[in-house]
């Protein structure tokens, strides 16, 4: 019943921003940790940036000062502003979180389907 929705991925310049949403809809009784991946032609899915219900962040270093994770609880969704975009950015970028519900409070982890971020002059 659980699903997750990403939105906002397109086309930009090189130094270009995008802001990505991702928001849960479903049997949700509470959300942890929610977070961004990404994976590009030839690599492998890579973590983005995760944040957990107290607010706390972690990012990649390759994104770290030029991405900022948040996530607004009451509407259940989860947010990646991405600024001084570089080519090396473009991927499809994955919503994960973990999300319990009624049935399990601690939690099964879900996935979106992805939204494509081009970077290209």
């Known amino acids: 019943q659980v699903q997750l929705v990403e939105s906002g991925g397109g086309l930009v310049q090189p130094g270009g921003s995008l802001r990505l949403s991702c928001a849960a809809s479903?049997?949700?009784?509470?959300?942890?940790?929610m977070g961004w991946y990404r994976q590009a032609p030839g690599k492998q899915r890579e973590l983005v940036a995760t944040?957990?219900?107290?607010?706390?962040?972690n990012y990649a270093d390759s994104v770290k000062g030029r991405f900022t994770i948040s996530r607004d609880n009451a509407k259940n969704t989860v947010y990646l502003q991405m600024n001084s975009l570089k080519p090396e950015d473009t991927a499809v970028y994955y919503c994960?979180?973990?999300?319990?519900?009624?049935?399990?409070?601690?939690?099964?982890?879900?996935w979106g389907q992805g939204t494509q971020v081009t970077v290209s002059s």
């Open positions: 994960k979180a973990r999300i319990g519900t009624p049935q399990l409070m601690a939690g099964y982890i879900y």
């Open positions: 944040i957990i219900s107290g607010g706390s962040t």
């Open positions: 479903g049997n949700i009784f509470i959300i942890y940790d």
